[in-house]
Nanobody, 118 residues
């Protein structure tokens, strides 16, 4: 089970931090889905090495991290833009490598809204 928190409304240029608490230890990812668009990979982190990957659109602005002691995943989002507005989902997969492919993830959170106003 995955439970997200931390979404909300923020002005462009602002910051938000999303959290996702898992019931176990997995390689984790963040995805987002804007209205009328496909769910897309944002960032991910390996359960074993801590290796991270990012979508080009968020590199340099977003940081994914995890606290293994708390089984919690984070997404620090800075310099937010209106184009970042979406429902954000955390996801968990078995295996050690990060994947940007939706079907590689087994468990999904319920999603949390992030709205960036201009």
């Amino acid at each position: 089970q995955l439970v997200e928190s931390g979404g909300g409304l923020v002005q462009a240029g602002g910051s938000l931090r999303l959290s996702c608490t898992a019931s176990g230890r997995y390689t984790m990812g963040w995805f987002r889905q804007a209205p009328g668009k496909e769910r897309a990979f944002v960032a991910g982190i390996s359960v074993s090495t801590g290796t991270t990957e990012y979508a080009d659109s968020v590199k340099g602005r977003f940081t994914v991290s995890r606290d293994n002691a708390k089984n919690t995943l984070y997404l620090q989002m800075n310099s937010l833009k209106p184009d970042d507005t979406a429902v954000y989902y955390c996801a968990a997969r078995f295996g050690y490598s990060v994947s940007s492919t939706r079907r590689d993830y087994t468990y999904w959170g319920q999603g949390i809204q992030v709205t960036v106003s201009s």
